[in-house]
């Protein structure tokens, strides 16, 4: 398994990660280097199995009434936020 | 005062012999004196909790406590706690104050419980050694040159060193085994589904699950009893009703059938890690027990499984930390874009890039299929292979890590050694199990961990069976040398 830079910037694009030389050193060493491992998962006889979707067996995706239960806890949250104004999020322009 | 279980601090606040006053002060004088060599701790809050300590006290005094009013705890900074700093471990919410408490704080706030404070970890608990951690490495009480484990280390440590009585954990992996294992704790991954992940921050959603590290298998059922159950708001929760898991832990072992995991006696065990763990297995043959050995033919590819299906679900996980909404925010940015990348490339430390750039690549498209679907399917063939095992057998037996604790640095720089650690630990975060962690001896000084793994809910069982060990032995109550004063 052998990844370019290309590939390894590709993946960055994708995971909207800003990469310094060093991470993109250390990544182009270390990805390729785990899918190698993984792929043992190749000589694994799969063809008859279904993909498991729950760790336990039977249990589904519960669903709740449509209903309001939260109160309205903007403020609170929007302390955590960098910049805030007017009870928005702020974020650079998007449309000129 | 410190060497004192859960379960004794307990019994001595509620018969008045102290107040929890007495002992919260206790600890915190102890964590004041001792973590700072240990680095366990990311944020004690002492203020907050000698006011709940001074209210456990009033309830008590009023007639009104519960088995755990007044005992302090620590939480994994992985639990989001009201109005207190929540990190992760990371950068990127080193200026997160949580405006809400996960089920688990609260249940065991309600409980009585008092918050000693947050525990250090590895960064997203990515990471077995506690070395990926934004705020430093946390250091073994049982030797400060090596590793507690990860990545609930400092959870691990905090409890080892007896500054904290017991701590909360997470165990995606063997987040909470390994640790309890390389600091001769009692630690306990439940069944998936048993502890609510609501407030817990997310790192691989379908194995996460909450537990705890304590000094044996009566503290930590203790804590399970009140932390356990239903909550609606995790969509993973299960509708099960809690059994008072310490009801059963004398239950004698007479008739119980113990399966040795062959799988787990190959290469790359440690022969003094083996030796103690087969000297434990006879402790459970002369409590009644009968071993016989039990074969799970795919548990070899738990590793590799495991490393596409949580990196996977990291890389959709951690995509909500975008410096907007919360987290931190780059300086300046140009355009949204910019906003983004920045953030995050600055935000997250080089093992969680690591892991989110291996889940999106095995996400991408033209490799779903290679590698998500297949190890989804390699996922199925190991839980098939425990449920054809627990047909035979009540519990699978087995160490918990293949060696003692290794030395800080030894395997920062290649992550697949470091991958390799979690061997016999992620077969039960792959098939949902319960399993726990408990001291079955030293090597060299260091501690040796004995693995028990159960069927889906059998968390009683797996106690029973831990508590009736340390019946007949000692290794749980050994302290590191210069944390017994």
Redesign the interface.
């Known amino acids: 398994m052998s990844l370019t830079r290309h590939d390894?910037e590709n993946?960055?694009r994708?995971?909207?990660?800003?990469?310094?030389p060093a991470?993109m050193a250390?990544?182009s060493d270390?990805?390729p280097?785990?899918?190698t491992?993984?792929?043992?998962?190749?000589a694994?006889q799969?063809a008859a199995?279904?993909?498991?979707?729950?760790?336990?067996e039977g249990?589904s995706?519960?669903l709740?009434s449509d209903t309001v239960t939260e109160t309205d806890?903007h403020e609170?949250?929007q302390?955590?936020?960098?910049?805030v104004e007017a009870g928005l999020?702020l974020?650079?322009?998007?449309i000129e | 005062m410190h060497t004192l279980t859960l379960a004794e601090l307990s019994n001595g606040i509620k018969s008045r012999r102290f107040s929890s006053v007495d002992v919260t002060r206790h600890f915190l004088d102890r964590i004041e004196r001792l973590n700072p060599a240990l680095n366990a701790f990311i944020t004690v809050t002492a203020d907050q909790a000698l006011a709940q300590a001074a209210a456990a006290d009033q309830a008590i005094a009023a007639g009104k406590g519960g088995p755990l009013t007044g005992v302090p705890i620590a939480h994994k900074d992985i639990f989001c706690t009201d109005g207190v700093l929540t990190t992760c471990a990371s950068k990127m919410l080193s200026?997160?104050?949580s405006?809400y408490d996960a089920t688990v704080v609260r249940k065991l706030k309600e409980a009585g419980v008092v918050m000693l404070g947050k525990t250090n970890m590895d960064e997203f608990a990515m990471g077995s050694s506690n070395e990926t951690s934004w705020y430093g490495p946390v250091k073994n009480p049982w030797d400060l040159t090596r590793v507690p484990g990860g990545s609930s280390g400092g959870s691990a440590a905090a409890v080892a060193a007896r500054i904290a009585p017991a701590a909360t954990g997470t165990d995606t992996g063997g987040s909470i085994r390994q640790p309890a294992a390389l600091t001769a704790l009692t630690g306990v991954k439940p069944?998936?589904?048993r502890v609510s992940r609501y407030g817990m921050i997310a790192y691989a959603s379908?194995?996460d699950q909450g537990g705890v590290l304590t000094l044996n298998a009566e503290d930590a059922a203790l804590l399970l009893t009140a932390m356990s159950g239903f909550d609606?708001r995790d969509?993973?929760s299960?509708d099960l009703p809690v059994p008072d898991y310490t009801a059963t832990l004398n239950q004698p072992l007479k008739g119980l059938k113990v399966g040795i995991l062959k799988e787990f006696f190959g290469q790359g065990l440690e022969a003094s890690t083996e030796s103690l763990v087969r000297e434990a297995l006879k402790v459970y043959e002369q409590l009644g027990a009968t071993l016989v050995e039990v074969s799970l033919p795919?548990l070899p590819?738990s590793v590799?499984?495991y490393?596409?299906v949580a990196p996977a679900e990291c890389?959709s996980n951690l995509?909500r930390f975008?410096?907007?909404?919360?987290?931190y925010?780059c300086d300046s940015?140009?355009?949204?874009?910019?906003?983004?990348?920045?953030s995050?490339?600055?935000g997250?430390g080089?093992e969680v890039?690591?892991r989110?750039?291996?889940g999106?690549?095995?996400l991408?498209a033209g490799y779903y299929d290679a590698?998500y679907?297949?190890?989804?399917?390699?996922?199925?063939?190991i839980?098939d292979d425990f449920r054809r095992a627990f047909a035979q057998v009540d519990l699978l037996a087995g160490p918990t890590a293949p060696t003692t604790a290794f030395g800080l640095g030894a395997k920062v720089d290649d992550?697949?050694t470091m991958?390799l650690n979690d061997i016999y630990t992620i077969g039960a975060n792959?098939?949902?199990l319960p399993a726990l962690s408990l001291p079955c001896g030293f090597s060299d000084g260091l501690p040796v961990g004995l693995q028990l793994i159960g069927p889906?809910f059998a968390e009683a069982k797996l106690l029973n069976a831990a508590h009736q060990y340390q019946q007949q032995t000692e290794w749980h109550k050994r302290v590191p040398a210069g944390y017994e004063s």
Not at chain 1, 91 to 94: S, T
Request: a positive charge; charged letters at 20%; hydrophobic letters at 40%.
């Open positions: 390894v993946i960055a994708l995971a909207r990660l800003a990469l310094t991470d250390s990544l270390s990805l280097r785990i899918l491992f993984v792929e043992q998962l190749g694994a799969t199995v279904e993909p498991m979707a729950h760790p336990l249990q995706q519960r709740r806890a609170r949250y302390q955590n936020a960098a910049r999020y974020v650079p322009k998007v | 200026n997160f104050v405006p069944t998936y589904g379908s194995l609606e969509s993973t299960v795919n590819l590799p499984t490393y596409v890389s995509s975008d410096g907007v909404r919360f987290g925010s940015p140009k355009d949204l874009l910019d906003l983004y990348t920045r995050r490339g600055e997250f080089a890039k690591r989110i750039m291996t999106t690549y095995v991408s590698y679907i297949k190890a989804q399917k390699v996922r199925q063939l839980s992550p697949i991958y792959l098939a949902g889906h």
